[in-house]
């Protein structure tokens, strides 16, 4: 939604003399007074759906709506339905139905309509009676439609707003009269769920001060959830932003309140305040739904006098069907089947919790052999996630199972949600390669622990020869790997037993080690000609302070254990340079200030080689080519590197030696023996010739590095180039207003970060993660000029030359196929 500089203007000059002069107006006045209740049903296909599990209606559908007023109401409501079609187009008079709820027909039968055709809101008066009530609101309306349909768009978009506040707020109040100590773990889950904004100071007070502090704020916790670009949107972006500072320095603007809930209830005052008239005056009513029940909360008491109030109701919207966009946290992660609850985390449209929209919600598993099995599943933002029931008669293993995903109704439509991974309880464990089952008391040590699913792990602890059980920390590395953390300075010598449980097996497995109460030794330190760090051996290392080899200094770093003894890292000090070092006797001093000689080893330098030169050719299709990469170091996975290298140390290369070119996280790696892909000039001069997709695979991005392998020994690592994946252009589709988006066509568009149409990236476009559609909304190029960061090379900014279409006239447009477009725009909006 878009609002004229002009308009915008005029709106925060008023906002502003709001503050300053009526402080208690109606513009930031809370909605704390409880009004009537409505019972509104909606019946499509021969379904009917009670009001709050109906986030859209759809013509043709059949309402049934009935006022709720209290026994004994003296004041007479005349309750008045109306669609409306539009800001330009008032709706026909029969488009109006009225219901007089003091009558007994009224009061029991209610209000029976169909959405007709063209409709586009649905809003529900409750004015008091008067002789000429029904006609006045019919001309009211006619006569100003706009206003009618902002009303209803903001007043939806407020109650989606409050929905999320209540939500939230009822769940902190519970949690502090039952368990205050769960807010700090639930507060996080909460506000990612509902789009909270939570003060993390509260997450430090005690227990019982945590609820009435993450409560404080009301309607300034709110954050927009993305499903609408509010007035508070337009105030804070464009021409008007510099405006919109100078009102939020009024008390009113500064306190914090002018959030996007806040914002709606603004611009919804004014609008109704625009309407008043000697005989009426409009006031907003909030809806709250619960079941078939909505309740209408008001935010200024009605008055029976002139001008009389008139109560002001949107109902759902007329349009397609909104599904949320949901997403699991981790999308990588396995969950455990077996744990109760199970639990599934997700992220995305905070509605799904704060609403009954998506109801009848399931996860559905669907077995190898073609079987599937529906668990009921219910949204809980207090767990941050779907939480499953019946959890226990879920298949006992991983081979049964094909695919696990939500399944439910969005309103009267079928949604389909995100996929998850399931893990179930493994065995065997086993401990992590190199890792050794004896281990020295006095300090803690670490061990890895491997299984092919380790998502089912409940704890791990350790029994020493005492029988006393000690906890052990641990955290997951890898999807099959466990890192742990032994408390080995709580343990005697002797006999020891890791205790592995698992969620959904009663057995527990054990693991047998060794405790070895070794004294200090130190047996020897081995150092590489030229480099600047060498291994010390031996036991107790931890206690190692320094080490001295003809007058070189060297400070301790990693300490690591292999079979029962230490092995220290020893980094040379203050650029020493190793290269004449002798083998001999070194001095090792310990943390008490005692010294020890300890017997020195020099081995011959590592391999090393200087890069002579490279060359990179592009045999890449048409659309690959359209991206001119600006960075020479850059590498495309797609093209073929061939570079020489001279040989240093040793002087020249031979036979059987290898080449390893890798990744800098170590994820890809390739060995070149000398051959086809590795040549030699000379001993001196060796020629490489690498396909990154053919050596590495599709899949290697980053940056590149390589080193000489001779008789086992790893060299130095030589940096070569950084290797991007590239995206495949087709070309610009752009409309004929010169003002609108275009779109970019290609395949493979997730391989890009974001896209601009300027070098400095004022107005990108940023590329979600995982985005696979065909084609995505970007600036209008200049001259065919779009610039390109690349997500494996964000830093970068490249520039791709494109083919720019336009529509061709009106009468031959119609014909065209159209391609579907990802709006991934900031200001894409739930409701228009």
């Not at 320095?249 to 305040?273: E, R, W």
């Amino acid at each position: 939604m878009h609002f004229p500089v002009t308009r915008l203007s005029s709106l925060l000059l008023t906002l502003g003399l709001l503050a300053l002069r009526c402080p208690n107006s109606i513009a930031a006045a809370p909605f704390d007074l409880a009004g009537p209740t409505l019972e509104v049903e909606v019946s499509r296909g021969g379904r009917t759906l009670p009001a709050a599990q109906v986030p859209n209606l759809a013509t043709g559908d059949r309402l049934w709506m009935k006022a709720d007023f209290p026994a004994g109401e003296s004041a007479r409501y005349l309750m008045v339905a109306v669609f409306l079609r539009g800001a330009t187009n008032p709706p026909p008079e029969e488009w109006f139905f009225a219901c007089e709820t003091w009558t007994h027909r009224c009061a029991k039968e209610g209000l029976t309509l169909t959405v007709p055709e063209g409709a586009q809101q649905l809003s529900v008066f409750l004015a008091p009676q008067t002789g000429g009530a029904f006609r006045t609101l019919v001309d009211a309306v006619r006569g100003r439609p706009g206003a009618f349909v902002r009303t209803s768009q903001d007043l939806n978009q407020a109650a989606l707003d409050h929905a999320r506040l209540d939500a939230y707020l009822n769940a902190v109040r519970h949690l502090g009269e039952v368990d205050p100590s769960q807010l700090k773990e639930a507060a996080p889950l909460l506000a990612r769920s509902l789009a909270i904004k939570v003060d993390e100071a509260c997450l430090g007070k005690m227990p019982v001060l945590q609820a009435p502090c993450l409560a404080q704020g009301r309607e300034s916790l709110i954050l927009d959830d993305g499903h609408s670009a509010s007035l508070a949107q337009a105030l804070t972006s464009g021409p008007a932003s510099d405006l919109a500072m100078e009102a939020s320095n009024t008390p009113q603007l500064k306190s914090g309140y002018y959030g996007p809930f806040i914002g709606s209830i603004i611009d919804i005052a004014k609008i109704l305040d625009s309407l008043h008239t000697a005989q009426y005056q409009y006031i907003p009513a909030l809806t709250s739904m619960h079941g078939r029940q909505v309740t209408l909360t008001l935010n200024a008491p009605p008055s029976f006098h002139d001008p009389k109030s008139v109560l002001v109701v949107a109902l759902q919207p007329v349009e397609a069907a909104q599904f949320p966009t949901l997403h699991p946290v981790n999308p990588h992660e396995a969950l455990c089947a077996s744990k109760e609850p199970l639990v599934l985390p997700v992220e995305g449209d905070a509605v799904v919790f704060s609403s009954a929209y998506a109801h009848d919600v399931a996860l559905h598993l669907k077995r190898k052999d073609g079987s599937t099995l529906d668990l009921p599943a219910r949204a809980d933002p207090v767990r941050g996630g779907f939480v499953v029931s019946g959890a226990a008669v879920l298949p006992k293993g991983s081979a049964e199972l094909e695919s696990a995903a939500l399944r439910g109704q969005w309103g009267f439509d079928r949604y389909e949600g995100p996929d998850f991974k399931l893990a179930y309880p493994q065995a065997p464990w086993s401990l992590g390669p190199g890792d050794s089952r004896d281990l020295i008391v006095g300090r803690s040590d670490t061990l890895h622990l491997r299984a092919d699913s380790v998502g089912c792990l409940e704890e791990v602890t350790l029994l020493d020869a005492q029988a006393n059980s000690h906890k052990v920390e641990w955290k997951k590395i890898q999807p099959n790997t466990l890192e742990l953390t032994l408390p080995m300075q709580e343990v005697p010598p002797g006999e020891l037993t890791l205790r592995v449980k698992q969620f959904g097996r009663p057995d527990v497995q054990s693991l047998p080690l060794h405790a070895f109460a070794q004294a200090g030794h130190i047996e020897s330190f081995t150092l590489h000609a030229g480099d600047t760090e060498g291994i010390l051996r031996g036991n107790r290392l931890d206690e190692v302070k320094g080490l001295t080899v003809a007058d070189l200094q060297f400070a301790p770093g990693t300490l690591s254990s292999r079979d029962g003894h230490d092995e220290l890292s020893m980094l040379a000090q203050n650029g020493a340079d190793t290269r004449a070092l002798k083998p001999g006797t070194g001095q090792v001093r310990v943390a008490d200030n005692r010294v020890f000689d300890v017997r020195v080893t020099i081995d011959a330098p590592r391999p090393s080689a200087v890069l002579v030169s490279k060359t990179v050719s592009s045999p890449g299709s048409a659309a690959t080519n359209r991206i001119q990469l600006a960075n020479e170091s850059e590498l495309p996975l797609t093209a073929r590197l061939t570079f020489s290298l001279r040989a240093q140390s040793p002087s020249g290369f031979t036979p059987d030696e290898k080449l390893e070119v890798a990744t800098t996280d170590g994820a890809f790696s390739a060995l070149f023996a000398v051959g086809t892909d590795l040549m030699l000039e000379s001993r001196k001069i060796a020629v490489v010739t690498l396909d990154p997709a053919k050596a590495l695979g599709a899949s290697a991005f980053g940056p590149l590095q390589l080193r000489r392998i001779v008789q086992g020994v790893a060299g130095e690592w030589i940096p070569i180039a950084t290797l991007v994946r590239l995206p495949k252009l087709a070309g610009v589709d752009c409309p004929a207003q010169p003002e609108a988006a275009c779109s970019l066509i290609g395949s493979d568009l997730f391989l890009l970060d974001s896209v601009s149409a300027d070098a400095d990236f004022a107005h990108a476009t940023q590329v979600p993660d995982g985005f696979t559609a065909p084609a995505l909304r970007v600036p209008r190029p200049q001259q065919g000029m779009l610039y390109l960061r690349l997500r494996d090379d964000p830093g970068v900014v490249n520039v791709a030359m494109l083919d720019v279409k336009t529509p061709p006239p009106p009468a031959a447009q119609d014909s065209q196929p159209h391609t579907a477009v990802a709006d991934i725009s900031p200001t894409a909006t739930r409701q228009q």
